[in-house]
Structures are given as structure tokens and as C-alpha cells.
């Protein structure tokens, strides 16, 4: 089955600056790679996607890069702010017929003012 | 206008107990998963129903059974509670089967077993 390795558990950066968390996968058909954001007592949300056709895709102060050669996607978070602060989890869909998403154990962001 | 809703959202019992969890979605998915959060914030999947039927069931004790009266709820049973089940467990909707797309959450349930 899928594993995803998620790096590093815990980030701390001044605001402003920017935040990067990298995630390794090993299904080589996995084709879905989601980020979610999980805020203290609620349950995640996702806040940006890539599929396995696309190297990079950005949304604002967000972007996910993804070197399906490599099996590593990244998270970028620029210009940090104190709502940014969260547990972000990486995962990965595999192509190969499963129906289930595989988490990352989560990378707690501590953006301070 | 909630999408996933769980209720209760806290739940303390005592070991040995059976307890049930409620999930009920809005958003006219076909495909609803239960999760567990353990202390440590690990995510890991339970069990997965397309349109009331089970397709995933990870290796989780038989005391744990879902049950989905409809496509838009999908509820959590477990029986003879152990320490080990304290958790946040997590409902979640996606619209299809398979598919890349969005898993929406509910806001979880805490279940504390003293």
C-alpha cells in the first residue's frame, strides 16, 4: 500500500517569512495529491490539490510542487501570517484502484507575530 | 447549512461500554469515511461506503461497525469501548467513489475512555 512521509513535524517562522513542508510518497500510481489544513478542535480542510499531469499549481500566498520522478510533493506558504498557524497534512490517492486517501503524520506551523 | 455533521462532539464513558457516533451529510455525496486522529494527530483510515455500501474496511477490531441507513448518513458503533479508542474520530464525504477530488470533514468527535 501507499506511504507518505511528511517533513518536518514542526515549523516555526517569523511572520512574513515563508514556510515549506515536503512530503515523499511510494506508489508510483498514486495520481491525487491534496493538502489540508487543520485548525485547533475542527476537522482538516483542504486548502490546495495537484494531480500527477501537473508540476505546479499556485493559489495566492499557496503553492504545491510535485516531482512524480522523485515521488515528492511540496506545500509553500509565502508572506506567513498568524492564521496560517495549523497542523498541515500532505496525502496521496493511489490510481492503482484504492479508493483511500494516505496521510502524512502532519507538520505543526507555528507562524510568530 | 452544515456539510458534515457528527454528533456528539465530545463523548466520556467507561471502559466496556458501547458508544455510537453520528455522521450526516448534506452535500449529496455518494461516498462517506469514518477516520481516527490518534493523540499524536496521525490520521488513518477506518472505513470507506459508496451509496450504503462498505468498500473499505482497514484492519480495525470487529468491535468497530459502521452503519450507513442512507447515502447521506453513515454512523459509528463500537462496542465493549478499550482505553485505546480514546480518539478524535473524523467523518468524511467525497462525491465519488475513487475519485480526485475534495474530502470534505466534519468537525469530529472526542471519545475519552476512562
Known amino acids: 500500500g501507499e506511504n507518505v512521509e511528511q517533513h518536518p513535524s514542526t515549523l516555526s517562522v517569523q511572520e512574513g517569512d515563508s514556510a515549506v513542508i515536503k512530503c515523499t510518497y511510494s506508489?508510483?500510481?498514486?495520481?491525487?495529491f491534496p493538502w489540508y489544513k487543520q485548525e485547533l478542535g475542527k476537522g482538516p480542510q483542504l486548502i490546495i490539490d495537484?494531480?500527477?499531469?501537473?508540476g505546479e499549481k499556485k493559489d495566492q500566498r499557496i503553492a504545491v510542487t510535485l516531482n512524480k520522478t522523485a515521488k515528492h510533493f511540496s506545500l509553500h506558504i509565502t508572506e506567513t501570517q498568524p492564521e496560517d498557524s495549523a497542523v498541515y497534512f500532505c496525502?496521496?490517492?493511489?490510481?492503482?484502484?484504492?479508493?483511500?486517501?494516505?496521510f502524512g503524520k502532519g507538520t505543526k506551523l507555528s507562524v510568530i507575530p | 447549512d452544515t456539510a458534515v455533521s457528527q454528533t456528539p462532539k465530545y463523548l466520556v464513558t467507561q471502559m466496556g461500554n458501547d458508544k455510537s457516533i453520528k455522521c450526516e451529510q448534506n452535500?449529496?455525496?455518494?461516498?462517506m469515511y469514518w477516520y481516527k486522529q490518534d493523540s499524536k494527530k496521525f490520521l488513518k483510515i477506518m472505513f470507506s461506503?459508496?451509496?450504503?455500501?462498505?468498500?473499505i474496511n482497514e484492519t480495525v477490531p470487529n468491535r468497530f461497525s459502521p452503519k450507513s441507513p442512507d447515502k447521506a448518513h453513515l454512523n459509528l458503533h463500537i462496542n465493549s469501548l478499550e482505553l485505546g479508542d480514546s480518539a478524535v474520530y473524523f467523518c468524511?464525504?467525497?462525491?465519488?467513489?475513487?475519485?480526485?477530488?475534495?474530502?470534505?470533514f466534519g468537525p469530529g468527535t472526542r471519545l475519552t475512555v476512562l
Open positions: 495537484i494531480r500527477s499531469n501537473v
Open positions: 452535500l449529496g455525496h455518494d461516498t
Open positions: 468524511a464525504s467525497s462525491p465519488l467513489v475513487g475519485s480526485v477530488g475534495e474530502q470534505f
Open positions: 496525502a496521496a490517492l493511489s490510481g492503482a484502484g484504492s479508493y483511500q486517501l494516505t
Open positions: 506508489d508510483s500510481a498514486s495520481n491525487y
Open positions: 461506503y459508496n451509496n450504503k455500501e462498505l468498500i
